[in-house]
């Protein structure tokens, strides 16, 4: 590999980046999940009596278009198999458009939803579509009281002990399975063909995993008894609970008609208002539903596809962070400033949830999306402080340096107040981690918990060096053992926001350098050894999704831009030129795949939402496989294409790398 060769490299795709900012500052790249957010959407369409949504018919061809051969719809692209959930939902969308039972694509899936199980093994959340469209029962559903609402703060179940995903989620919820609305397929389109026995043979109950005396059959059985209470003629404190659900509903809906910036609570949000009588015309509502116009939806071959939530600030701070490794070129100063511009308007000086807990600190955090106020995050807020402390000296305008310094002040005691406990940092909350909550039947799906993670904590502690903190700070070195404490025996630590061990190095090792630990030590070794060991012979690394439920997976997989970036990065962290060689091969990958525009093709999902573990860390995958119950096509996970993270990453590889070869 040539110095020019790498040269021409980082021009092209920094003059890509640049040609992909928006006016206002921001850089922002679509997001992709499953065809679930497609799915439900027909399916809330229909709940909610909408006949004339302009997007409709692109929505029935986007789940058209992602269907697998076999008959599936899947998590990720790729997975070993497809998810009976996704399939599902995406069955009983295209059966509400109008599908014919008999056509090609409902008919393989039908097949192969009934070779897989059929409707046993699904999920909560599918089970209360299909109660939604009366297809399931309501009392075999999982039971959400509303009056969970006044459980005081310092009990276990208070929804303030949930994550702010979870709870967002849980409170729409809540009233839709008290009110149990159900709004039947018309006859000619109802599900019959997936009871092929007949639905008075079917067995609705929630399954079983555990013995008699155990916590599971305690929750099962409560649920049952709140799901004869629903039905119960006398319910004192339910419409006051009701009530109170409804106003915090309100009360959280974001500037752009979202609600937690994030697909789940937003529909079901939509859909609880809706129930309790509020009319589509209604500002609420109305403004809820026009979101999913405004960003939110996206056209790709001839389908119009949404997206499970919009990461602005996430992708303008790494833009700017790879601008910086790249030594930032004259040309980029310019983009640069109207980009802190817009980092600081979205500053979040109100406060938010997350003070339930909190208390002692003024708000000071950024958000991931355009407008979410009630949930600022923590590792946009790490990485926001970290652009704006190296674009300082750049920056000749004394007003905005001004700016810039007073919004790092505001930023560093919010980050420092949300450390846990144990030295890490979560996403949004401190001290989420009461398991216990994850026995509930509701918690079937993604995570009900947000604890901390290393690569959150790696972005703290990286922007804590920066700010001037070392290890002899005693915030950064609980961090740092925290950090030490969660590394495998062979070297990686665990990616909880990324896929997956790779992404969790790459946050830890350049951490630990900002704030000086000894690079060249034996943990340090041993993470970009097992980094070496698993390059690809192209060059490049990657990482399957299913390395979340597979240990032989971790590190393995087709070659990705984005991972190959992580890998890059954390091996120039290291105190060695040991692996200079490793890093050259990565990057004759990544000049050997760019294309001729300048970027990067990546069909792979490198960002993690949920890996399906219900407690939101890493496990053991022996003692858990079968409280899981899930397999490398994380039925129970949620991925994310970061369709940004195939740029900017390769690029501040790229830069770093020439700086540790010195080219």
Not at 66 to 81: K, L, N
């Amino acid at each position: 590999m040539e110095q020019q060769s790498l040269v021409r490299g980082m021009e092209k795709a920094i003059h890509w980046l640049l040609g992909d900012q928006d006016p206002a500052g921001f850089w922002v790249g679509r997001l992709q999940s499953n065809s679930c957010m497609e799915a439900e959407w027909i399916l809330a369409m229909h709940i909610m009596g909408i006949k004339d949504d302009p997007k409709y018919e692109g929505v029935v061809r986007a789940i058209l278009n992602e269907q697998r051969d076999d008959g599936s719809w899947e998590v990720y692209y790729r997975a070993p198999t497809g998810d009976i959930n996704t399939t599902v939902e995406s069955y009983a969308a295209l059966r509400a458009a109008g599908l014919d039972p008999d056509s090609g694509p409902l008919a393989r899936a039908r097949q192969w939803i009934l070779d897989n199980g059929g409707l046993a093994g699904i999920r909560v959340f599918t089970r209360y579509w299909l109660a939604l469209l009366g297809e399931w029962p309501w009392e075999h559903t999982p039971a959400l009281p509303p009056e969970i609402f006044f459980i005081p703060a310092r009990a276990p179940f208070n929804i303030y002990r949930f994550a702010t995903w979870a709870r967002a989620t849980m409170l729409p919820l809540a009233i839709l399975t008290a009110r149990r609305p159900v709004r039947p397929l018309p006859p000619e389109r109802r599900l019959d063909e997936l009871f092929p026995c007949g639905r008075d043979s079917f067995d609705f109950r929630l399954p079983r995993r555990q013995g008699l005396f155990s916590w599971e059959r305690f929750f099962l059985l409560t649920d049952r008894l709140l799901n004869s209470y629903a039905g119960a003629p006398w319910q004192p404190l339910r419409e006051q609970a009701i009530g109170r659900c409804r106003e915090w509903i309100i009360r959280h809906q974001d500037a752009d008609g979202a609600w937690g910036g994030i697909q789940p609570p937003w529909i079901y949000s939509l859909m609880a208002l809706h129930a309790e009588g509020y009319p589509l015309h209604h500002p609420v509502l109305a403004a809820g539903l026009n979101g999913f116009n405004l960003h939110w939806s996206y056209e790709r071959d001839g389908g119009i596809y949404l997206q499970p939530s919009e990461s602005p600030i996430w992708d303008t701070v790494l833009a700017l962070l790879a601008l910086l490794d790249c030594g930032m070129p004259g040309e980029s100063l310019a983009a640069a400033e109207q980009a802190v511009r817009y980092l600081l308007r979205k500053q979040v000086l109100v406060g938010g949830d997350w003070q339930v807990f909190v208390r002692d600190v003024e708000p000071g955090g950024w958000a991931f999306e355009f407008e979410n106020d009630h949930y600022p995050d923590v590792d946009d807020t790490a990485v926001a402080v970290i652009v704006l402390l190296r674009l300082l000296p750049l920056m000749t305008r004394p007003t905005l340096r001004e700016e810039m310094r007073a919004a790092v002040e505001r930023a560093i005691p919010w980050l420092l107040a949300m450390q846990n406990p144990n030295g890490g940092w979560a996403a949004f909350d401190r001290d989420n981690t009461g398991r216990f909550l994850t026995l509930i039947p509701f918690a079937d799906f993604g995570e009900l918990l947000d604890p901390p993670s290393v690569d959150v904590t790696g972005h703290v502690v990286e922007a804590l060096g920066l700010y001037g903190r070392t290890l002899d700070d005693p915030v950064v070195a609980r961090a740092c053992r925290y950090m030490r404490s969660e590394q495998e025996p062979d070297g990686p630590w665990f990616g909880r926001w990324g896929v997956n061990y790779i992404y969790g190095t790459a946050a830890v090792l350049p951490a630990l350098a900002a704030v000086g630990e000894d690079m060249g030590a034996d943990h340090v070794l041993r993470a970009a050894q097992w980094l070496a060991r698993h390059q690809n012979e192209d060059g490049g690394w990657g990482e399957s999704c299913g390395s979340y439920m597979d240990d032989q997976l971790r590190g393995r997989g087709p070659s990705t831009a984005s991972q190959t970036g992580w890998a890059i990065m954390a091996l120039c962290a290291v105190d060695s030129h040991a692996f200079d060689d490793h890093i050259r091969q990565g990057l004759a990958y990544l000049l050997a795949s760019q294309r001729a525009d300048g970027t990067w093709d990546e069909p792979w999902y490198t960002g993690t939402g949920f890996p399906g573990y219900g407690v939101g860390e890493r496990v053991n995958l022996h003692r858990a496989a079968e409280r899981i119950d899930q397999g490398r096509e994380l039925s129970r996970g949620f991925m994310l294409n970061y369709n940004l993270y195939r740029h900017y990453f390769p690029l501040m590889a790229m830069g770093r790398a020439r700086r540790h070869l010195g080219l």
